[in-house]
């Protein structure tokens, strides 16, 4: 059974950095690509960043580059979102996502399995 648990979220200042961790559980995930999403009250579930976990290949949202970086730990099976210079528009849940095929993909139906989500709160 995979599990995805996300931690790291809270208050922050504008300005001000977080850093997001997804441990993984359950399956190998050599061959999977690891997605970060986020999603605002009232809007839609949006992508930020995804990696392949092989190879560390990385993709990011126009919206976040920059600004966040994705990175993975394989021998602590952990993919981590650096978060720096936050605005308050970066306030949101933030999920963490796995994609069984390795794809590098901004679509959040791509994905297989999902976290239960961070709250990351960015004050002006």
């Known amino acids: 059974q995979v599990q995805l648990v996300e931690s790291g979220g809270g208050l922050v200042q504008a300005g001000g950095s977080l850093r997001l961790s997804c441990a993984a559980s359950?399956?190998?995930?050599?061959?999977?690509?690891m997605g970060w999403f986020r999603q605002a009250p009232g809007k839609e579930r949006e992508f930020a960043a995804a990696?392949?976990?092989?190879?560390?290949?990385?993709r990011y949202a126009d919206s976040v580059k920059g600004r966040f970086t994705i990175s993975r730990d394989n021998a602590k099976n952990t993919v981590y979102l650096q978060m720096n210079s936050l605005k308050p528009e970066d306030t949101a849940v933030y999920y963490c996502a796995a994609e069984k095929g390795g794809a590098v993909t901004t679509m959040p139906s791509r994905y297989d399995y999902w976290g239960q989500g961070t709250q990351v709160t960015v004050s002006s």
């Open positions: 990696i392949r976990w092989s190879d560390g290949v990385s």
């Open positions: 359950g399956r190998t995930f050599s061959s999977y690509a």
